[in-house]
C-alpha cells in the first residue's frame, strides 16, 4: 500500500540539541497529522495541521503545512530523553467517506545524554 | 474517560488458522478503524467501521474482515492465516465516519503466525 516518503529514516542526536524531519508526498492531502509511537504502544497524536501553510505549535513541538499540501515537516526544539520514540507522518485525504490515515515509515529517534 | 482497549496484546497462531482481535473504543466514539502494523513500518489501513456497517477499505484481501457492534466495539477477524500476517493490528477510534480530528489509537495486539 501508499505510504508517505519520511526522511531521515533514524537520527541519533545530543540532548538539548533541535531535530528536524520531513514528510513528502506525490498526492495532495487535505490534512497532515503528526504522530508518537513508544515500543509497546499505539501512534499518540502531537500535532494536526489542517491548512496549507499552517505552522501549528504544541510545547517543544512545531509542525507546518506545506504550501504545495504534498508535504510537512516537524521540528522539536531542545530535545529531552523522553523525546526518545519513532515519529510518523500521517496525511488525510478530503475524498472517501472513511477518509483513513496514510501514514509514512517513521523517524526513528535516539537522544544520547 | 477511557482509552481504546484492545485484546489480547500477544497472540501466536500457526499457518491456515483463523484470529479474532477485538477492540473497545474511546468513549463517545462511535468510529472504530483497523491498521496493520508491519516491523519497521508505518501503519497500513484494513477498513473503517461507522453505524455497525464497513466505510470503507484499504488493499487487504477479503480474508479479512470485521464486525461493529451496537456499543461501537469492534472486532477484526482474519482467515486463513499467513505467514506475512505477523504484524501489530491497532485500532483507532473516532467520532463520526471520516474524522477531521485525527484518531484515537489502541496499544495494539501483536499476532504472530508461525
Known amino acids: 500500500g501508499q505510504q508517505l516518503n519520511q526522511s531521515p529514516q533514524s537520527m541519533f542526536i545530543q540532548e538539548g540539541e533541535d531535530v528536524s524531519m520531513n514528510c513528502t508526498s506525490s498526492?495532495?492531502?487535505?490534512?497532515w497529522l503528526w504522530y508518537k509511537q513508544d515500543p509497546g504502544e499505539g501512534p499518540v497524536l502531537l500535532i494536526a495541521l489542517y491548512k496549507a501553510g499552517e505552522l501549528t505549535s504544541n510545547g517543544r513541538l512545531t509542525a507546518q503545512f506545506g504550501i504545495t499540501r504534498k508535504d510537512s515537516f516537524l521540528n522539536i526544539s531542545a530535545s529531552i530523553p523522553s523525546d526518545v520514540g519513532i515519529y510518523f507522518c500521517a496525511g488525510q485525504k478530503a475524498a472517501g467517506s472513511a477518509r483513513q490515515l496514510t501514514f509514512g515509515s517513521g523517524t526513528q529517534l535516539t537522544v544520547l545524554p | 474517560e477511557t482509552g481504546v482497549t484492545q485484546s489480547p496484546t500477544h497472540l501466536i497462531k500457526t499457518r491456515g488458522q483463523q484470529v479474532t482481535l477485538r477492540c473497545s473504543s474511546q468513549s463517545g466514539h462511535n468510529t472504530v478503524s483497523w491498521y496493520q502494523q508491519a516491523l519497521g513500518q508505518g501503519p497500513q489501513f484494513i477498513f473503517q467501521y461507522y453505524r455497525e456497517e464497513e466505510n470503507g477499505r484499504g488493499n487487504f484481501p477479503p480474508r479479512f474482515s470485521g464486525l461493529q457492534f451496537p456499543n461501537y466495539s469492534s472486532e477484526l477477524n482474519v482467515n486463513a492465516l499467513e505467514l506475512d500476517d505477523s504484524a501489530l493490528y491497532l485500532c483507532?477510534?473516532?467520532?463520526?465516519?471520516?474524522?477531521?480530528?485525527?484518531?484515537?489509537f489502541g496499544s495494539g495486539t501483536r499476532l504472530t503466525v508461525v
Open positions: 498526492s495532495i492531502f487535505n490534512t
Open positions: 483507532a477510534s473516532s467520532l463520526g465516519g471520516g474524522s477531521n480530528y485525527g484518531y484515537t
